[in-house]
């Protein structure tokens, strides 16, 4: 198991090698084996990345990036034997396993959620956990890596990818939207002065397309309604975005002018999406695949109707008791850049482990300016940044999703509810706390 790990990365070592290796275009990319290194290898990452400015004074930039990532792989080597004994983090201990796995059972042997996922991983500790189930109709258990729609914790990838192409010079976070999409822009209220940093922190001040009076008055519209079953059904569609904003957006006056104020809106994320296929000349899907999928070893994720699906997604519900509604088959598709992703706890830990390690960017200063927030919110660019905590939430038609990173602790907590009307951040507290003590040992 060992050899067959490391054998490849052995071969790597010389750095002339690197050179003739495809990974080495884009040298975040190498970062695959993420549950395998331990945390302080991200740690040594982003400082070596910190002295990238002052060495390639003297080495030149393109060798400074051999040297470093002949360093990390050095490490990994060194740590390997180790890793594999341990086998990363350890489970809690029972009491604590009994304590969390206790909370989510209350949530969820009231129906609301019918089925939930945890996941909590710290350095030291892990717990994988799930409670109720995953279709209602056959009683089947939520497994713990079960497939959720995440909604707008799609935003964060979107944000991700835009910093990475800011990073590669492709463009500039105060590039206008007008230099990249110049047709949209016309059509907009201040459209010549929105730039894509208004869009990635909600200060743009455009309409967000979910509140036109006619938007869920359309999806209802195409939707199959059966009541008898209790289910609604609206079939995958790849919907032009050129087209959702035409429906929804265009004609709609500004809240204000950009810059001056703060306001949640998807449609800022739907235009960034459109920046994203602009600037890479590919699909968005694709986008998320080459940047970040692939470089984490993600195999669970997907964009819900614009590429074929990996995995099964849980049945998600609305409503309570006998009003309950299944909306699995209804397919959200104009979420798309700003909600349209399916993933699971296993995938959005990795995500987590490698946004916040570092792992996905050259420059230590794009995490910096990720996470923090612009000034009147709590809101840097595509995360939330609210106390300990620093993430994204989710709501799509039939699911409620959290992802948070804790800083102090160095954890990250996935929370998953099928069901729409429960709200996952209120029981976020009640699930971590049995936690707390140890993460503030092992955090000492």
Known sequence: MIESRYSGIVSMINPFALSLSPVWKRPRKFIVLRREIPISVYTMIAAFQGFHA?????????????????????????????????????????????????????????????????????????????????????????????????????KMFTATVIIQLAEDGVLTLDDPLALWLPEVADQLPYGDQITLRHLLTHTSGLFNVVEHEAYFADLFTEAT???????????????DPHDTLARYVYGKDALFEPGAAWYYSNTNYTLLGMVIEEATAMPLAEAYRTHIYEPLGMTSTFLDCYEDPVIDVVHGYT?????????TE???????????????????????????????????????????????????????????????????????????????????????????AADPEQGLADVLNPALPLLRVKDA
């Open 54 to 154: 002052q060495l390639s004074r003297y080495f030149g930039g393109f060798s400074v990036k051999h040297f470093v990532l002949t360093l990390v792989i050095t490490s990994i080597i060194l740590s390997g034997l180790s890793v594999m004994a341990q086998d990363g983090p350890q489970a809690f201990p029972p009491d604590v396993v009994a304590e969390i796995q206790a909370e989510m059972d209350e949530r969820t042997a009231g129906g609301l959620p019918p089925g939930l996922i945890v996941w909590i991983d710290a350095p030291e500790y892990r717990f994988a956990g799930a409670s109720g189930f995953a279709n209602l109709m056959d009683d089947t258990s939520m497994p713990p890596e079960g497939a959720f729609r995440i909604g707008s914790i799609t």
């Open 225 to 239: 309604i059966d009541e008898d079953a209790g289910m609604v059904t609206l079939d995958c569609v790849q919907r």
């Open 319 to 327: 409503g309570v008791g006998d009003t309950l509604t299944d909306l």
């Open 330 to 420: 209804l397919h959200e598709s104009i979420g798309w850049s700003a909600g349209g992703l399916v993933s699971t706890a296993p995938d959005l830990i990795a995500f987590a482990r490698g946004l916040f390690g570092g792992a996905l960017f050259d420059d230590p200063e794009s995490l910096v300016a990720m996470t923090t927030p612009t000034p009147g919110s709590s809101y840097g660019l595509g995360i939330m940044v609210q106390g300990e905590y620093t993430g994204h939430a989710g709501y799509i038609a039939g699911f409620r999703t959290l992802l948070n990173y804790v800083p102090e602790f160095d954890t990250v907590v996935v929370m998953l509810y099928n069901n729409d």
